[in-house]
C-alpha cells in the first residue's frame, strides 16, 4: 500500500526526516511511537503533500507519488485525521463533515457523498445527534469523530491519524481506539502517530519507534510492547504493574 524510501523533508533550512525507510500493508494497523518533536507529524504531513521531501521517494498504490499535489492523494485514496483535529470551529458537524468530501463533489459525485454522510451518522450517532451544531461547541472526543469523519468522507484506502487520543479522557480513548479496530475490520489501511505508545501498540499490527527524525527500532506491536527500551522510554516504569 505505501513504501516510504530514503525520504528527507523539513522546513527551510532544518532538516527533519533524515533518510526513513518504511512500509505499511493493506489491511495492517501500523503505528509511530516516539517523544514530542521527533518528526512524527512531518512524516504524516509529507506523506500527504503537505510538506515536500528534499529527497527520497513516497510509494502508494505502486506509484510514485512523491511530487503529487494533496488533492491527488485524497482523490487517490489517502487521507489525514490532522492533529490537534483542525476543524472548523464556526461552521456546522455536517458543514465540515462534507467539506471532507470536496473531491467527490467537484467530480459532481454528490449522491455517493451524501451515503458517505450516513455511514458516518452510522458509526458516530453523537454527530448526528449533533450535526446543526457548531463544531467549536462539541467536546473534545467529539471533535476527533468529526476529524475522523470527516477524512473517511473521501473514501480512503490509507487512514492516517496524528495522535487521535491528544487531550481526551481515558474512556474516550478507549473508544476511539476501538473505532480505529472496526475501521480496520472494515479493510481500511491505518498509519497512526501516537504518544500513547501503551494503547496504540495493543491495536497495532506493526510499529516503529522514531527519534529525531530517524526509525530507530521496528517490529511487530508484540515485540515492541515487550523491548525493554521501549519500554523504558515510551510505557513508563510501572507499565508492568499496569498490565498485571
Same mark, same amino acid.
Given at each position: 500500500? !505505501?513504501?516510504?524510501?530514503?525520504?528527507?523533508?523539513?522546513?527551510?533550512? /532544518?532538516? $527533519?526526516?533524515?533518510?526513513?525507510?518504511?512500509?505499511?500493508?493493506?489491511?495492517?494497523? $501500523?503505528?509511530?511511537?516516539?517523544?514530542?518533536?521527533?518528526?512524527?507529524?512531518? !512524516?504524516?504531513?509529507?506523506?500527504?503533500?503537505? $510538506?515536500?521531501?528534499?529527497?527520497?521517494?513516497?510509494?502508494?498504490?505502486?506509484?510514485?507519488?512523491?511530487?503529487?499535489?494533496?488533492?491527488?492523494?485524497?482523490?487517490?485514496?489517502?487521507?489525514?485525521? =490532522? +492533529?490537534?483535529?483542525? !476543524?472548523?470551529?464556526?461552521?456546522?458537524?455536517?458543514? @465540515? %463533515?462534507?467539506?471532507?468530501?470536496?473531491?467527490?463533489?467537484?467530480?459532481?459525485?454528490?449522491?455517493?457523498?451524501? +451515503?458517505?454522510?450516513?455511514? *458516518?451518522? #452510522?458509526?458516530?450517532?453523537? %454527530?448526528?445527534?449533533?450535526?446543526?451544531?457548531?463544531?467549536?461547541?462539541?467536546?473534545?472526543?467529539?471533535?476527533?469523530?468529526?476529524?475522523?469523519?470527516?477524512? %473517511?468522507?473521501?473514501?480512503?484506502?490509507?487512514?492516517?491519524?496524528?495522535? =487521535?487520543?491528544?487531550? /481526551?479522557?481515558? *474512556?474516550? $480513548?478507549?473508544?476511539?481506539?476501538?473505532?480505529?479496530?472496526?475501521?480496520?475490520?472494515? @479493510?481500511?489501511?491505518?498509519?497512526?502517530? #501516537?504518544?500513547?505508545?501503551?494503547?496504540?501498540? +495493543? *491495536?497495532?499490527?506493526?510499529?516503529?519507534?522514531?527519534?529525531?527524525?530517524?526509525?530507530?527500532?521496528?517490529?511487530?506491536?508484540?515485540?515492541? %510492547?515487550?523491548? @525493554?527500551?521501549?519500554?523504558?522510554?515510551?510505557?513508563?516504569?510501572?507499565? @508492568?504493574?499496569?498490565?498485571?
Amino acid at each position: 500500500m !505505501l513504501k516510504i524510501r530514503n525520504l528527507e523533508a523539513g522546513y527551510d533550512k /532544518l532538516k $527533519v526526516l533524515k533518510g526513513m525507510s518504511l512500509h505499511v500493508n493493506p489491511g495492517e494497523i $501500523v503505528t509511530i511511537i516516539g517523544a514530542n518533536g521527533a518528526g512524527k507529524s512531518t !512524516l504524516l504531513n509529507t506523506i500527504a503533500s503537505l $510538506v515536500k521531501p528534499s529527497s527520497g521517494a513516497i510509494i502508494f498504490k505502486e506509484k510514485n507519488v512523491t511530487t503529487e499535489r494533496p488533492d491527488y492523494m485524497i482523490k487517490h485514496g489517502c487521507a489525514l485525521v =490532522p +492533529e490537534g483535529r483542525q !476543524l472548523y470551529p464556526t461552521m456546522t458537524v455536517k458543514e @465540515n %463533515l462534507i467539506l471532507g468530501a470536496y473531491t467527490l463533489y467537484s467530480g459532481h459525485n454528490r449522491r455517493i457523498a451524501d +451515503e458517505r454522510l450516513d455511514e *458516518i451518522y #452510522e458509526m458516530f450517532p453523537v %454527530l448526528s445527534d449533533r450535526k446543526n451544531q457548531l463544531a467549536g461547541t462539541l467536546s473534545g472526543g467529539e471533535q476527533q469523530m468529526a476529524a475522523i469523519g470527516r477524512a %473517511l468522507m473521501s473514501g480512503p484506502d490509507l487512514l492516517m491519524m496524528d495522535e =487521535p487520543s491528544m487531550g /481526551l479522557a481515558p *474512556i474516550i $480513548v478507549k473508544n476511539i481506539f476501538k473505532t480505529i479496530e472496526s475501521l480496520r475490520a472494515g @479493510n481500511k489501511t491505518i498509519l497512526i502517530v #501516537e504518544q500513547n505508545a501503551k494503547a496504540v501498540l +495493543e *491495536i497495532a499490527d506493526r510499529g516503529y519507534v522514531m527519534e529525531t527524525g530517524s526509525l530507530i527500532i521496528e517490529g511487530e506491536a508484540s515485540e515492541l %510492547l515487550d523491548n @525493554n527500551d521501549v519500554k523504558r522510554a515510551y510505557l513508563g516504569r510501572d507499565y @508492568n504493574e499496569f498490565t498485571d
